[in-house]
């Protein structure tokens, strides 16, 4: 299999189709967002003709709470988060306006307050943060670049990283995604069993009270209110009472899809259908 994260070459007519295709492939082989994203800065961090350190930033609403998602190097995993505690810099500028910013120098920089002076101090000269803007998601992100030398984004090199970002962007917003709909899927597990407990205890109460399913749940809920416990709490404690042991709920497997292989998060009971 071709490496995703060999060196692209730096120019030529396909050149952003080639960055598209090694993102493809970045997602087909991540099994988790995490993944995804640390193989990304891996990617770009080769991606540049200077030598560079890359990292992700993602905020979820209003920005305010950023966190550093994946980083190359634990040294600017460490320098984003003094960004983000003295509140400033291209990075956080980047985020709450959703364009570029770059320095080609911090010794002759004037923004950003501490900033310029905290990146002399950790031996970074040169950054360059581009907005990552994923499509249709409520999450707000940056590509950040730090390189030890000054000047190290050119023209060109910035014209190439804003190429990668854009296509970053929109393959971050299909790997939030497909984490949402993991996050869905284990919710409506968790929904699924719920559910299955109820019904034991619905069952036991018509047994018990020779009543319809509807009065069964009536009697159930009123319970519930009149207790201030949770409905799956009270069904639970009733089916273990009856059987002198916690309820089960038969396990949920993996289902195979034409679509995803073994790795789609497709579920159905175990033993059925």
């Not at 306006?97 to 920089?109: L, Q």
């Not at 581009?130 to 090199?157: D, H, I, K, W």
Request: net charge negative; charged share 25%; with cysteine.
């Amino acid at each position: 299999m071709t490496d995703p994260t060999a060196a692209l070459p730096p120019t030529g007519p396909g050149r952003g189709e080639q960055i598209l295709a090694r993102l493809q492939q970045l997602l087909l082989d991540a099994d988790r967002l995490d993944d995804f994203l640390r193989e990304l800065v891996r990617l770009a961090a080769r991606e540049l003709p200077a030598s560079v350190y890359c990292s992700v930033t993602l905020s979820a609403g209003d920005s305010s709470h950023p966190y550093t998602a994946a980083s190359s190097h634990e040294l600017v995993d460490w320098f984003d988060q003094r960004q983000y505690e003295v509140g400033d810099g291209p990075c956080l500028r980047t985020l709450r306006t959703g364009t570029a910013h770059h320095v080609d120098d911090v010794d002759h920089e004037d923004r950003f307050g501490d900033f310029p002076a905290m990146a002399r101090d950790n031996g970074l000269h040169s950054v360059l943060a581009l907005p990552l803007a994923a499509p249709r998601q409520q999450v707000s992100g940056v590509l950040n670049m730090y390189a030890e030398e000054a000047g190290a984004f050119t023209p060109q090199a910035r014209a190439q990283a804003a190429v990668f970002a854009g296509h970053a962007s929109g393959a971050l917003g299909v790997a939030l995604k497909f984490a949402g709909q993991l996050q869905f899927s284990l919710d409506l597990q968790s929904a699924i069993a719920s559910r299955t407990v109820i019904d034991q205890a619905l069952g036991i109460l018509m047994a018990q009270e020779a009543c319809t399913a509807d009065e069964a749940f009536r009697i159930l809920t009123r319970a519930s209110q009149q207790r201030n416990v949770k409905l799956r709490d009270l069904a639970a404690d009733l089916v273990h009472s009856v059987s002198g042991r916690p309820p089960t709920v038969r396990p949920l497997r993996r289902r195979d899809s034409p679509l995803g292989g073994d790795r789609a998060e497709a579920f159905d009971r175990e033993g059925e259908g």
